[in-house]
């Protein structure tokens, strides 16, 4: 069930605010807490890259979180700032803003009232704003492009509908993972194999530094690799 709402004398598009998605288990989110990005990066074809947001924190805690996804139309927060307010302990609010690098859709004060709430973070295919204060802040914030100037406050978009960010399409309840290396989103219904693709990941890496240490790496598979052939 969906709420539409708008002036009928308004030429603005009507903005959607869809139900939220059952929550993820605490359990599960906690486990893919652990998972490097870049592990669950190669883990599984369905496990999507969010590119080009760049960390505008400096806060090391790995952000995880289900994505509480927000789609508004270019330099538009309204619906930002209604997300904040509906954001359930834990969400990641990833924001389509339609990568628009002229207004920021977040600054210190909504960042200050996210972390107030409970959000985990913020992914933003847009711009954001008082940088001293997110590099300082321990919430997590990605975003595409950095602005001085401030959004249009108007309602124009969806929440909880699917959102288009860092070339990938999040869906509301996707699990967000984010750390140092970028971000990543994990399709609910593949948490868990993605999970277990990271464990023999980290379990095959623990082996090769091992033998890193050890001085006995077989790096025999690089000239088979390229079929023998030596390079000049």
Sequence with gaps: MSVAMS???SALPRHRIHAPPAPAPAALIEALRACPTANLADALPEVAV???LTARHTATAPMCGPALTVRVAAGHNLLVQHAIDLARPGDVIVI????DAERALIGEIMSRWALRRGVAGFVIDGAVRDIDHLRQSPLPVYA?????RGPVKEGVGEI???AHVGGAVVRAGDLIVGDLDGVVSVPVQHAEAAIEACAACAARERD???RIRLGTL???WIAKALGEKTLR
Excluded: N, Q, Y
């Design 7 to 9: 002036s009928p004398m």
């Design 50 to 52: 969010l590119l080009g």
């Design 96 to 99: 389509d803003g339609a990568g």
């Design 144 to 148: 595409r492009h950095v602005s001085p």
């Design 160 to 162: 909880h509908g699917d």
């Design 208 to 210: 090769t530094l091992d």
């Design 218 to 220: 077989d790096r025999s």
